[in-house]
């Protein structure tokens, strides 16, 4: 973000205390909140001050600012913790992103003929934010806000393929491997490969791995404000290998043009 760059120079620090002093102040306290995400949603006032350049005065005053709304709360260890006020908001903001996906979703389902879905990682669950259904009588359905973890999906493994290998292997030893079907990647060490098989190629496959005879094709969106993915979804009949060849490209360039949308100014 551009406030954290410009937070370390001496013109922004003058311009704090000027007139657009309460511009910069909002700049700067929504870099702390998003450094504190990065950090895993707690950390104490140094490692504020190390990661951004803000004198502790200035984060402290933020900090308490943020505290009274209720978008922090400090911890009975002094460190400071994301506040639940935030919950309501990020349960907005992916329902919209959802509506945003939609128009692209529903041109990668005219492009494929497949089902198509968008998901997000949040917290240790992929957790699906819109879908828009294929026109074939026997088609893939997933709700919308359904919760799964993301060993056995291809959306999962898209998104955890960007993640350290040792942030993936504690994420698996919290929530376990449990095998959806026969075809479930149970062992951290076959995952882990698994997941730099889908750095290497640029997509992810689900196959049967979730449901019986269910494929599933899945890519990431770059540069999406928080870590998401799309995906087609059908029966292996139909998502063969050979419909793989000429689905994955469209993937993609519908991952760039979401990628774009999301990144647009309003």
């Not at 692209?104 to 934010?129: C, H, I, P, R, S």
Request: hydrophobic fraction near 40%.
């Amino acid at each position: 973000m551009s406030s954290s760059s410009s937070a370390n120079t001496p013109s922004a620090t003058k311009a704090a205390n000027g007139g657009a002093g309460g511009v910069q102040s909002l700049e700067r306290a929504f870099d702390l909140l998003e450094r504190m995400a990065d950090a895993g949603g707690e950390v104490g006032l140094s490692e504020l001050s190390a990661s951004s350049g803000l004198p502790l005065p200035t984060i402290h005053r933020l900090m308490r600012t943020l505290v009274s709304c209720g978008y922090v709360r400090q911890q009975p260890n002094r460190r400071y913790a994301l506040g639940p006020r935030l919950i309501r908001l990020g349960e907005s903001a992916s329902r919209l992103l959802g509506t945003w996906a939609r128009p692209y979703l529903a041109e990668l389902v005219e492009a494929t003929g497949e089902t198509a879905n968008m998901a997000l990682l949040d917290g240790d669950e992929v957790v699906y934010v819109a879908q828009v259904p294929s026109r074939h009588s026997m088609r893939m359905f997933t709700e919308v806000g359904r919760r799964v973890l993301p060993h056995s999906t291809g959306v999962g493994k898209a998104l955890l393929a960007d993640v350290p290998a040792d942030e993936v292997r504690a994420l698996l030893a919290r929530t376990g491997m449990p095998a959806a079907t026969e075809k479930t990647i149970t062992d951290p060490d076959a995952f882990v490969a698994e997941l730099e098989r889908i750095r290497a190629a640029g997509y992810a496959v689900d196959d049967s791995e979730q449901e019986i005879g269910v494929r599933c094709l899945a890519v990431t969106v770059p540069d999406s404000p928080t870590a998401a993915a799309i995906s087609i979804s059908g029966p292996a009949g139909r998502v063969t290998e050979a419909a793989q060849e000429r689905i994955i490209p469209v993937l993609r360039d519908i991952a760039r043009q979401l990628s774009i949308a999301l990144a647009r100014p309003a």
